[in-house]
């Protein structure tokens, strides 16, 4: 069953994740202040930048900009598009 956490994108408190997306400090500070919906949705959107934008993760300045446009996601911040994305109707 997950924890609750106080999710840093939606400001209210949400069913967190059960382990961190990704090794060490920064994976531990997701886990303890991000949603798991918050997170599901990321990942969706990191993966419509990497194709998109022909990203390669292999490329350290590629990694570097997914991490920033991660941290402005979570923290409700201007992020990048995809270009021609048109976000679901959620009605």
Request: charged share 25%.
């Amino acid at each position: 069953m997950p924890t609750k956490v106080f999710c840093r994108k939606y400001q209210k408190e949400m069913d967190g994740m059960l382990m961190p997306p990704f090794p060490g400090p920064k994976g531990q500070e997701i886990m303890n202040t991000v949603s798991q919906q918050a997170w599901q949705e990321w990942k969706a959107h990191q993966v419509r930048l990497i194709n998109e934008k022909q990203l390669s993760m292999i490329n350290p300045e590629h990694r570097k900009f997914i991490q920033q446009e991660m941290e402005k996601f979570l923290s409700n911040q201007e992020f990048e598009q995809a270009e021609g994305y048109v976000p679901e109707d959620k009605a």
